[in-house]
């Protein structure tokens, strides 16, 4: 088994990655595993059309970083025009979140692209 620490707020995602180790992954296979799982528990805070910044550190070689971060098109549009559209709403995730939502609020997804 591939020695990997697996951190998560969900069991079953911790297990799920613990299971891909166990199977012969290495610790990138087993945070992916990790990450799709635990889409199911927390949907509002986990997604694939989010984004992802992955570093990678293997024995013995430099570190690499995977950048598949969300890309706003209009995010240098100015301030009032980005205003425009965009609903103030709070998320009950984490005791409570501030968010904007609406046209003014879309980026464009990197996870997957990452």
Do not use: C, F, K
Not at 8 to 30: K, L, P, Y
Not at 82 to 99: A, E, I, S
């Amino acid at each position: 088994m591939t020695r990997v620490a697996i951190s998560s707020s969900s069991q079953i995602a911790a297990d799920a990655g613990a299971e891909m180790a166990e199977a012969g992954g290495n610790a990138v296979d087993a945070a992916i595993a990790a990450s799709l799982v635990q889409l199911v528990p927390e949907p509002g805070i986990v997604t694939l059309g989010g984004g992802a910044l992955v570093d990678d550190w293997p024995a013995g070689q430099p570190p690499d970083m995977l950048d598949g971060a969300s890309e706003m098109p209009g995010r240098d549009a100015p301030a009032e025009r980005l205003g425009r559209g965009g609903l103030h709403v709070m998320l009950d995730y984490g005791g409570g979140t501030p968010t904007t939502v609406g046209y003014a609020s879309v980026a464009t997804p990197g996870a997957l692209a990452g």
